[in-house]
Structures are given as structure tokens and as C-alpha cells.
């Protein structure tokens, strides 16, 4: 073999082993862009559901009637509140609340979806409760209970004496189901340290050390994550399957200790429909314009809904309504946007379209 095909051979070697270089990095930017996003999207449902709980419990703990019954241990009384109250607020909220009342000794006094489980002592399953105790100041977090859920505690204190605690618990259900609207599957994971107190998720599967603590859980992705193992996607945060993307992020309870971890699994599939990296961000932030939508179509429809949101609003919430929708959106923004400047336009514009470069003249 002459020298120049020496060199030429060499040449196509470094080429191809720099081209290989590159697609890696890119690709693994993609991939590290993508869990930006779906954390971005985790933290946001899991503070809107905090502070639905928390708005909740303390909406609750504030009724002077339901502190009465608790403290003439009128159970009866006290049920009846809870189911009235939390029943208007799920006609208002869209969604289940299931709210408790604890007596300051840890049994359980009332709860508004079941009263088989009154006079039950938690005591075992809820160590927190002796932090509310001591401190008298509310807890909201995700705690191993009888099972994992989300709870927000609100200690009613009369004459500076504990007398009980308002709860409202938001199970996983909720969360599995706002991720399923986007494709996205989830698999929430509880350290094994806590199986004696979650008495509730003694049949649940187990992946190593962990227990799966959501109902009905994707059994492709608890298999394949058997035979992978959890270290490395605990460990990096990303784990890349043969057909799906694993995304980690670890769960706190109100002591800052480590009880467990959200999987979000995206599909390749999936991943494949975004081509750049402007246009599969953008596809995503979408989301959350969608989140804006439903929340706005799911009140009375007999209310003109767009009367009172704002120019920047419709235009977010005009790239993902309803047909029809969008005709009465666009009418209203011809009469607002009328009265604005040209400076105020492209303020607007900007706003609204951050992640898009634009060029041309205003007109």
C-alpha cells in the first residue's frame, strides 16, 4: 500500500472518529436538554399540587364548627363538614381531595372518603407528626406513610393547645395522570427503609431496594429496569433504554431525607418527532400553555372566558386552543391589541415568543 493511501485511510479514520465524536455530543445535549425540560415540568405540577393541599388544609383548619366538633370528639359532626366542604372544593379544584382529621395523640378522628379507619392510631406510620408537635407549624411534603403520598399538615392550635391536625394527602394518582396526557409514563419509587410504615405497598413490586408506590405502573419499564439495575440511573439522573429515555429525580421528605425517586420515561419515538433543538423545546414549553388552556375551558362555559386575561395570555393560549376557540381569541386580541404601541407590540411580541428568533420590520 503506497503512503498517500496510507494518509488517506488515516485521514478518513480521524474523519469518521470526529463525526462519531460530535453525534455523541450532540445527541447527549439533546438528551440532557430534554431532562431540563421534564424536571421544569415535574417541579411545576408538584408545587401546584402543594399548593392546592396546603390551600386546602388551611381553608379547613380555619372553620371554627369543625374545631368545635373536634373538641367535643363529635366525629359524626366533623365528617359531615369535611365531606361538605371538600366537595365544593373539588367542584371548584377539578380534582379528588381526600382530607382527615388527626387527633393530637395520632388517631385518626374523621376523614371525608371512608370512616372504617376511625380511631386508628398512625402513630406508627407518621414520625413527622412529632416535628408538628413540637414546632406547631405546618408541614407540606411527601412523606412514607402507609403509603407515599404528598400530605399537607396544618396543626389547630386553640389557647396555645394542639388539638388535633387538618390533612389534606394527595396520592400519586393525579401526577401519573398529567404526565399520561403527554406520553410521558411514570414509575415512582420508595426507598425500602420505610416498608414496615407503608404497610399499604407490601404487594407492590420491587425494583432492588425500592418499592414501586404508584397503582399500575408500566410492567415493561419495571422489568427492564430489573435487569439494568438502578445505580446507574440514581446516580447520572439518565438512563437510555432500547426503546425509552429514563429520567431520575429524587424525592425529600419534610426532614430533607432522601425517601425515594420520580422516574419519567420518555419514548425514542417520541423523541424523534423534534428535529431542533428551538422547535422540540418550544413543542414542550407547550405544555404548560396547555396546562393554562384546560384550567381556562374547564370553568362555567356560560362565562365569556377570555374577557379579563390579558394580550400576552391569549396570545400563548392561541398556538394550542380549540378551533373555535381560537376565532374568539383572535377577536378579542384585534380589539385590545389596537390600543397598543409600536414599542409595546414588539414588547409583546418578545415576551411571548422568547425561545423564537425573528426577523423583518414592525409595521
Given at each position: 500500500?503506497?503512503?498517500?493511501?496510507?494518509?488517506?485511510?488515516?485521514?478518513?479514520?480521524?474523519?469518521?472518529?470526529?463525526?462519531?465524536?460530535?453525534?455523541?455530543?450532540?445527541?447527549?445535549?439533546?438528551?440532557?436538554?430534554?431532562?431540563?425540560?421534564?424536571?421544569?415540568?415535574?417541579?411545576?405540577?408538584?408545587?401546584?399540587?402543594?399548593?392546592?393541599?396546603?390551600?386546602?388544609?388551611?381553608?379547613?383548619?380555619?372553620?371554627?364548627?369543625?374545631?368545635?366538633?373536634?373538641?367535643?370528639?363529635?366525629?359524626?359532626?366533623?365528617?359531615?363538614?369535611?365531606?361538605?366542604?371538600?366537595?365544593?372544593?373539588?367542584?371548584?379544584?377539578?380534582?379528588?381531595?381526600?382530607?382527615?382529621?388527626?387527633?393530637?395523640?395520632?388517631?385518626?378522628?374523621?376523614?371525608?372518603?371512608?370512616?372504617?379507619?376511625?380511631?386508628?392510631?398512625?402513630?406508627?406510620?407518621?414520625?413527622?407528626?412529632?416535628?408538628?408537635?413540637?414546632?406547631?407549624?405546618?408541614?407540606?411534603?411527601?412523606?412514607?406513610?402507609?403509603?407515599?403520598?404528598?400530605?399537607?399538615?396544618?396543626?389547630?392550635?386553640?389557647?396555645?393547645?394542639?388539638?388535633?391536625?387538618?390533612?389534606?394527602?394527595?396520592?400519586?394518582?393525579?401526577?401519573?395522570?398529567?404526565?399520561?396526557?403527554y406520553d410521558i409514563d411514570l414509575l415512582v419509587l420508595m426507598d425500602d427503609r420505610y416498608k414496615d410504615q407503608a404497610i399499604l405497598l407490601k404487594n407492590n413490586p420491587r425494583i432492588e431496594n425500592m418499592i414501586v408506590a404508584n397503582d399500575d405502573a408500566n410492567i415493561h419499564h419495571i422489568s427492564y429496569l430489573k435487569?439494568?439495575?438502578?445505580?446507574?440511573?440514581?446516580?447520572?439522573?439518565?438512563?437510555?433504554?432500547?426503546?425509552?429515555?429514563?429520567?431520575?429525580?429524587?424525592?425529600?421528605?419534610?426532614?430533607?431525607?432522601?425517601?425515594?425517586?420520580?422516574?419519567?420515561?420518555?419514548?425514542?419515538?417520541?423523541?424523534?418527532?423534534?428535529?431542533?433543538?428551538?422547535?422540540?423545546?418550544?413543542?414542550?414549553?407547550?405544555?404548560?400553555?396547555?396546562?393554562?388552556?384546560?384550567?381556562?375551558?374547564?370553568?362555567?362555559?356560560?362565562?365569556?372566558?377570555?374577557?379579563?386575561?390579558?394580550?400576552?395570555?391569549?396570545?400563548?393560549?392561541?398556538?394550542?386552543?380549540h378551533p373555535e376557540d381560537k376565532i374568539a381569541i383572535e377577536e378579542k386580541l384585534r380589539t385590545d391589541l389596537d390600543n397598543y404601541t409600536k414599542d409595546e407590540l414588539v414588547s409583546l411580541l418578545l415576551d411571548t415568543n422568547s425561545n423564537q428568533k425573528s426577523r423583518g420590520h414592525i409595521k
Amino acid at each position: 500500500m503506497r503512503l498517500y493511501q496510507k494518509y488517506l485511510i488515516l485521514v478518513l479514520l480521524i474523519l469518521l472518529t470526529m463525526i462519531g465524536y460530535f453525534y455523541v455530543q450532540k445527541k447527549q445535549e439533546f438528551v440532557n436538554r430534554i431532562d431540563i425540560v421534564l424536571m421544569n415540568l415535574l417541579d411545576k405540577q408538584i408545587e401546584q399540587e402543594k399548593a392546592e393541599s396546603f390551600a386546602f388544609a388551611f381553608a379547613l383548619a380555619q372553620n371554627e364548627t369543625l374545631q368545635t366538633a373536634i373538641e367535643n370528639n363529635n366525629t359524626n359532626k366533623a365528617t359531615e363538614i369535611l365531606k361538605r366542604y371538600t366537595s365544593t372544593l373539588e367542584v371548584f379544584s377539578g380534582s379528588k381531595i381526600h382530607a382527615q382529621i388527626v387527633t393530637n395523640d395520632f388517631i385518626i378522628f374523621a376523614r371525608n372518603w371512608e370512616s372504617t379507619s376511625a380511631g386508628l392510631s398512625i402513630k406508627a406510620y407518621r414520625p413527622d407528626l412529632d416535628d408538628i408537635v413540637l414546632t406547631q407549624k405546618p408541614h407540606l411534603s411527601f412523606e412514607a406513610a402507609r403509603r407515599l403520598v404528598l400530605i399537607a399538615s396544618i396543626p389547630i392550635v386553640k389557647k396555645k393547645h394542639l388539638i388535633g391536625f387538618i390533612e389534606v394527602i394527595q396520592k400519586l394518582d393525579a401526577m401519573k395522570n398529567y404526565f399520561a396526557n403527554y406520553d410521558i409514563d411514570l414509575l415512582v419509587l420508595m426507598d425500602d427503609r420505610y416498608k414496615d410504615q407503608a404497610i399499604l405497598l407490601k404487594n407492590n413490586p420491587r425494583i432492588e431496594n425500592m418499592i414501586v408506590a404508584n397503582d399500575d405502573a408500566n410492567i415493561h419499564h419495571i422489568s427492564y429496569l430489573k435487569h439494568t439495575g438502578l445505580n446507574g440511573l440514581l446516580t447520572n439522573g439518565i438512563l437510555e433504554g432500547d426503546d425509552y429515555f429514563y429520567f431520575s429525580r429524587a424525592i425529600l421528605n419534610s426532614k430533607g431525607q432522601n425517601i425515594g425517586s420520580f422516574v419519567l420515561v420518555l419514548s425514542k419515538k417520541k423523541m424523534k418527532l423534534f428535529s431542533a433543538f428551538e422547535e422540540e423545546l418550544d413543542t414542550f414549553l407547550t405544555y404548560s400553555r396547555k396546562d393554562l388552556y384546560y384550567s381556562f375551558i374547564n370553568h362555567n362555559p356560560s362565562i365569556n372566558l377570555w374577557d379579563n386575561s390579558t394580550a400576552k395570555e391569549l396570545l400563548s393560549l392561541k398556538k394550542c386552543v380549540h378551533p373555535e376557540d381560537k376565532i374568539a381569541i383572535e377577536e378579542k386580541l384585534r380589539t385590545d391589541l389596537d390600543n397598543y404601541t409600536k414599542d409595546e407590540l414588539v414588547s409583546l411580541l418578545l415576551d411571548t415568543n422568547s425561545n423564537q428568533k425573528s426577523r423583518g420590520h414592525i409595521k
